[in-house]
């Protein structure tokens, strides 16, 4: 059993049993074990690579990985020493193959003697409580739920099944479903940033909870603020990365990706399978269709009805209409330049 500095092998496998379990074309030694992965141009015998952006293809066919998964059209340059797996998605597979390689460690189904559980909580079957674990009055912890040191479970939340709550997070006022990943530090039901701008600024108390659905992953330091009277709510299969805030009352439908450092503000609602790119800004109380796409950096200050837009820029437009923009202004630029150096030519 191969052993990284922080995670341990779980193999090896064969290229075949890999190629069966994912449903790839296998050319070459179905026998060739995998026990590690690694990049096209430092893997080696007994690792398994892949290509799917073309940037790399020169790494191809220098690669000393024993197994290589590739686009069809790439197969003719896979070196004669190497396995080929061949699937239109080499990227996906390869992610699939690291989940089988090196599985997502799991609890030790123990409570460490410096958790802190209250009489009224409840904790079902196999769960791991690490260090300084701290389960406040009514909280529920299904079957298998893992919470790493020092994160804190207020009163009545309640946590699905086999969810893995990383060290250090704080969850208050919410119902987290099962299989979710939480990253450390994150922060989810803190008060959402209601204020009433009458010269006193008063606050506005928030009295709503989070809903998170099934399947969600957190990254790191991420906050999610609890709806001011409702619920903010995360649909479930959505993948939110590191430094994301999101507001009070917001919703994102299923399968939502937000890349990190985006703000979206209170109210706003995204519909399915919306992928919000990094550093984006999302104004309050507005609407994203299903599949929209938000370029990084943009700003978005408008609803976006259109199912599949992808929009771009501050204030985000249809992504062609940016770029017109943008040449535009390009030339504009150009010109005024080439004009000023004439002028001072003629002086």
């Known amino acids: 059993m191969v052993k990284r500095r922080f995670h341990e092998c779980a193999g090896p496998l064969t290229a075949a049993q890999l190629a069966l379990a994912l449903g790839l074309e296998l050319h070459g030694d ?3 074990l995998i026990h590690d992965a690694g990049p096209l141009h430092t893997a080696g015998e007994g690792q398994l690579s892949f290509l799917d952006n073309i940037k790399y293809r020169l790494q191809l066919a220098a690669t000393k990985a024993g197994v290589v998964i590739v686009k069809p059209q790439f197969l003719a340059e896979v070196p004669s020493g190497a396995v080929a797996l061949v699937t239109p998605q080499p990227y996906t597979a390869f ?25 009224s909580a409840k904790l079902g079957q196999g769960v791991t409580l690490d260090a300084g674990v701290v389960v406040d009055a009514g909280a529920v912890l299904g079957d298998g739920v893992w919470v790493g040191a020092n994160s804190y479970i207020g009163p009545e939340v309640s946590v699905g099944e086999h969810t893995h709550i990383h060290s250090c ?81 917001v919703e994102l439908g299923q399968g939502c990706v937000v890349v990190s450092q985006t703000g979206i503000a209170g109210s706003t609602v ?50 062609a209409q940016w770029r017109k923009a943008q040449a535009r202004l390009s030339r504009l630029l150009k010109n005024n330049s080439e004009n000023s150096d004439d002028a001072n030519t003629d002086a």
């Not at 959505?238 to 999101?246: A, E, G, M, W, Y």
Request: proline share 4%; glycine share 16%.
């Open 30 to 32: 179905g026998s060739r």
């Open 95 to 119: 992610g699939k193959a690291l989940q089988m390689l090196f599985p997502e460690p799991k609890g030790l189904a123990t409570i460490h003697p410096s958790a802190v559980v209250h009489a």
């Open 169 to 249: 997070v704080s969850i208050l006022c919410a119902t987290i479903g099962a299989r979710c990943q939480i990253h450390g530090g994150v922060r989810i039901g803190q008060d959402g940033f209601g204020f009433a701008l009458d010269g006193n600024t008063t606050k506005i108390p928030q009295i709503g909870s989070v809903e998170i659905g099934d399947d969600v992953e957190i990254g790191a330091n991420t906050c999610i603020d609890r709806g001011a009277q409702v619920a903010t709510k995360i649909g479930s299969k959505s993948r939110i990365d590191n430094l994301v805030q999101i507001g009070h009352n």
């Open 270 to 319: 995204l519909g399915n399978n919306v992928v919000v790119g990094g550093q984006v800004g999302i104004a309050g109380h507005i609407k994203i269709a299903d599949r929209v796409m938000i370029a990084a950096k943009s700003g978005v200050t408008k609803t976006i009805s259109k199912v599949g837009e992808v929009v771009s820029g501050f204030p985000a437009q249809p992504i």
